[in-house]
């Protein structure tokens, strides 16, 4: 039975291998399952033994990126704490914003794929999705219990896990506001872009001044005596 599981699990690396290959030569709209089973010297029925739909494959890559990131990987490993929240919802904010401006242009063509995916059936972005939950959820829950505890942020009415989909949506929308070689939207520079969207999402996740301006950075002393400002996505 061990036997077994090893060569099953050493065939999905080399599919996942071969899928690497051929989303690298040709995009995620120029690779197929069977062009992948044929780089993968297998058959396509039992690629789709392993992974259901080109979808399927491609959000498994991209899961396969993020826990191969010592940085991601580093900061999921930290002990949930306010610190460790604002610095979930900071990575999340410098990730998508430089996604128009940086020269990975392959990062550029999954924003869009998501978007695409959103307005077709929606499998991709479900896996994605699910991907991402499984990675940061239990990390952002437990950090926003802390910061809860704490005092650092006022209690939570519905789901908690809701905040961090408020919050990925948002600055993914944002995002996408700037793909165009022409910004549809003209934020203004991109500094004080991640800044006011960092407090924007940390204040509505629950966070009060005091903690943004302890854990962000930045002097907030004029605000702290002020009440939250309540914004939504």
């Given at each position: 039975?061990?036997?077994?599981?090893?060569?099953?699990?050493?065939?999905?690396?080399?599919?996942?291998?071969?899928?690497?290959?051929?989303?690298?030569?040709?995009?995620?709209?120029?690779?197929?399952?069977?062009?992948?089973?044929?780089?993968?010297?297998?058959?396509?029925?039992?690629?789709?033994?392993?992974?259901?739909s080109k979808a399927a494959l491609y959000?498994?890559?991209?899961?396969?990126?993020?826990?191969?990131?010592?940085?991601?990987?580093?900061?999921?490993?930290?002990?949930?704490?306010?610190?460790t929240l604002v610095e979930l919802i900071?990575?999340?904010?410098?990730?998508?914003?430089?996604?128009a401006d940086g020269p990975?242009?392959?990062?550029?063509?999954?924003?869009?794929l998501m978007a695409t995916s959103h307005l077709d059936d929606g499998e991709f972005a479900r896996l994605l999705y699910a991907k991402i939950e499984t990675l940061i959820g239990a990390v952002f829950v437990a950090s926003l219990e802390r910061a809860?505890?704490?005092g650092d942020a006022r209690?939570?009415?519905?789901?908690?896990?809701?905040?961090?989909?408020?919050?990925?949506?948002?600055v993914m929308t944002a995002a996408l506001t700037r793909l165009p070689a022409t910004p549809c939207l003209a934020y203004g520079k991109a500094g004080d872009l991640e800044r006011q969207l960092c407090e924007f999402l940390?204040?509505?996740?629950?966070?009060?001044?005091?903690a943004i301006a302890s854990h962000l950075g930045r002097d907030l002393a004029a605000d702290a005596g002020k009440a939250a400002i309540a914004e939504s996505a």
């Open positions: 039975m061990s036997s077994l599981r090893m060569t099953s699990d050493l065939r999905r690396q080399l599919i996942l291998g071969a899928a690497k290959r051929c989303f690298a030569r040709h995009g995620y709209t120029g690779t197929t399952t069977k062009s992948v089973a044929a780089a993968a010297a297998i058959s396509e029925a039992l690629l789709f033994k392993h992974f259901p959000a498994e890559i991209l899961s396969d990126e993020c826990e191969a990131d010592p940085a991601f990987m580093e900061l999921l490993e930290r002990e949930p704490s306010t610190a900071r990575g999340m904010v410098e990730h998508f914003l430089q996604i990975d242009q392959e990062e550029a063509q999954r924003l869009r809860i505890a704490s209690p939570c009415a519905g789901d908690p896990l809701n905040l961090f989909w408020f919050a990925h949506h948002s940390l204040r509505g996740i629950g966070l009060n001044d005091a």
